[in-house]
């Protein structure tokens, strides 16, 4: 089974991509995007969050979202903005940021292979989620948000990637948060056949970030089964080597000690923990660590070598989303459902140990938890063994950007 395809890509005419590329859908509120867009007419939020062309008042769910976000890409096509390859291509996009560089192939992937387990996925979708981007998709006739998928080591495919990207790109902008896209076209057919022939001897590839667009993309192609044509049986995606993919840790934030006093969680944890005040933040050096912002005051904490033989070693069991959950958000905070309990919320590594320190200094919550990052290894293990990891395990920087290349179904 084939894992991708290349494809025509409707993407950002010369010279017009820094008024098209914008932040991923899902990194934004609707008042973000609102703003971030403003005065930025081509702007890739009219058609990723189009509520921000309508009354504040609708839903980013109302059908009149996606029926504007159709009618603002069509829009952007016939001012020129937007244009389509006139073959099949593949795409080397490179993005910069902290001095990182990370070079993947833009592509479509098999639908087939997703379902069939050869493109893994290590997270759970939401109904809703789903839905939204099924009625973005349908409504667009395409896919605009890329899946980002990570390939295990290929040397042959980095140094492919790496010789298309020696020239001049087709696409180069930094954007306002200081990461670096550019895009080179690959449409010579012998590179072509060669990206596809390396790609497809992979055992795997797994989704790294993307569970809901790829969830998505399925429903759209079960729904169209046997309509030609058949482009709707591949997804949007990008594949970078899984070394050079970089995951930040997912902290926690909880509203409330759980009827505890500082001193009486300090006492639990010392239960299991070794801790150890700090005078500055605290970043984990390992996965059984931990640090923890509470009543104005950082601590590391370092799980006891007797508690972490008792956690196990299997790949979901070595987490330390798993390893922080079992030993004090469970038996301290009182939170088993982490997905829907309201006490708990998620802070993107992205936003740093300020936003822990902001959060909690400010009373909005009373305690702030920072994990250890989850490994690409870690993550690929999970993946193989089809287990799902405990929910928000994952921060992947830096985003795809939204615009930069789309999969028209036709």
């Known amino acids: 089974m084939g894992l991708i395809k290349p494809f025509r890509a409707l993407r950002p005419a010369p010279g017009r991509a820094t008024e098209v590329l914008a932040p991923p859908y899902d990194v934004l509120s609707s008042a973000e995007a609102r703003e971030r867009a403003e005065d930025k007419p081509f702007s890739f939020l009219h058609v990723s969050k189009a509520e921000i062309d309508l009354d504040p008042s609708i839903s980013q769910y109302d059908p009149a979202v996606y029926a504007k976000a159709a009618d603002n890409l069509q829009r952007m096509i016939a001012a020129g903005v937007l244009m389509r390859d006139a073959k099949d291509c593949y795409y080397a996009y490179r993005i910069t940021w902290r001095g990182g560089v ?34 973005q998709i349908e409504a667009v006739n395409a896919q605009t948000g890329p899946v980002m998928l990570a390939y295990p080591s290929a040397p042959e495919i980095d140094a492919m990637l790496a010789q298309a990207a020696a020239g001049e790109p087709a696409v180069e902008v930094t954007a306002d948060d200081g990461v670096r896209h550019q895009l080179w076209v690959i449409d010579n057919d012998a590179a072509i056949s060669a990206l596809t022939r390396a790609v ?44 050079e993919m970089t995951i930040l840790e997912y902290n926690r934030v909880l509203r409330d000690l759980n009827g505890k006093t500082a001193a009486d969680v300090l006492a639990k944890l010392r239960e299991r923990y070794d801790v150890e005040p700090s005078d500055t933040a605290v970043r984990p050096a390992q996965a059984h660590e931990v640090g ?9 904490l370092v799980l006891r070598k007797d ?32 997905r829907t309990d309201p006490r708990i919320d998620f802070v993107g590594g992205g936003r740093g140990v300020d936003e822990i320190e902001r959060l909690v200094s400010s009373g909005k919550m009373a305690v702030g938890l920072v994990l250890y990052p989850t490994q690409m290894r870690d993550l690929m293990a999970v993946a193989d063994a089809s287990a799902i ?22």
């Open 102 to 135: 990370q070079t993947g192939l833009a592509a479509i992937a098999s639908i087939a292979a997703y379902a069939e387990n050869r493109i893994r996925k290590h997270e759970l979708t939401t109904p809703a989620k789903e839905d939204d981007r099924v009625r």
């Open 389 to 410: 990891m405990p929910p928000k395990s994952t921060w992947f920087e830096p985003k795809l950007a939204d615009g930069m290349a789309s999969h028209v179904l036709d």
């Open 307 to 338: 508690y972490l033989a008792k956690s196990g070693a299997g790949p979901i069991e070595r987490l330390p989303v798993t390893l922080l959950h079992r030993n004090i958000i469970e038996p301290i905070f009182g939170v088993t459902a982490p």
């Open 200 to 243: 497809d001897a992979l055992p795997a590839l797994y989704i790294a970030d993307g569970h809901h667009r790829s969830a998505a993309a399925q429903r759209v192609a079960a729904a169209r089964d046997g309509q030609s044509p058949r482009s709707y049986l591949y997804f949007l995606a990008v594949l970078f080597p899984q070394a």
């Open 292 to 300: 923890m912002y509470l009543a104005g005051r950082w601590y590391r």
